[in-house]
């Protein structure tokens, strides 16, 4: 009677996977897009649905934009048969994926070419006028 009692217990009480993703950056601050959805500032921690591939943007004024592809790879414990059990656990399992950014500071001279490029696509779209 006892062990039915406790295979009932845990038939009720079913586990959890949490999935999440933490992501900083040095320098700290930095806004994070992940598929195209602006997730937050780092350091920042939020969960996720697939195991995969991601495209990761990360944003900070005065320093170089990193626009990159991450992955998030799959435990043991994601793949069939054992998934089902994990779930089935009455424990709480939980995946944190790291992904950390060095930001480099926009160089003085990338801002001159800028500068200067720019200058030279206004003059072909803009024709001087008649004198």
């Given at each position: 009677?006892?062990?039915?009692?406790?295979?009932?217990?845990?038939?009720?009480?079913?586990?959890?996977?949490?999935?999440?993703?933490?992501?900083?950056?040095?320098?700290?601050?930095?806004?994070?897009?992940?598929?195209?959805?602006?997730?937050?500032?780092?350091?920042?921690?939020?969960?996720?649905?697939?195991?995969?591939?991601?495209?990761?943007?990360?944003?900070?004024?005065?320093?170089?934009?990193?626009?990159?592809?991450?992955?998030?790879?799959?435990?043991?414990?994601?793949?069939?048969?054992?998934d089902i059990a994990a779930i089935a656990l009455p424990v709480s399992i939980e995946k944190n994926v790291k992904w950390n950014f060095e930001?480099?500071?926009?160089?003085?001279?990338?801002?001159?070419?800028?500068?200067?490029?720019?200058?030279?696509?206004?003059?072909?779209?803009?024709?001087?006028?008649?004198?």
């Amino acid at each position: 009677m006892r062990r039915v009692l406790l295979l009932a217990c845990v038939a009720v009480l079913p586990g959890c996977l949490e999935r999440k993703i933490t992501v900083t950056s040095e320098p700290p601050g930095a806004t994070v897009f992940i598929n195209d959805t602006d997730v937050g500032r780092t350091p920042l921690t939020t969960g996720f649905q697939f195991y995969g591939e991601y495209d990761v943007r990360v944003r900070k004024p005065g320093f170089e934009p990193i626009s990159t592809h991450k992955t998030a790879s799959s435990p043991l414990w994601e793949y069939p048969p054992l998934d089902i059990a994990a779930i089935a656990l009455p424990v709480s399992i939980e995946k944190n994926v790291k992904w950390n950014f060095e930001l480099s500071p926009v160089s003085e001279e990338s801002t001159k070419g800028l500068v200067e490029r720019a200058k030279e696509l206004r003059a072909q779209a803009i024709p001087e006028p008649a004198k």
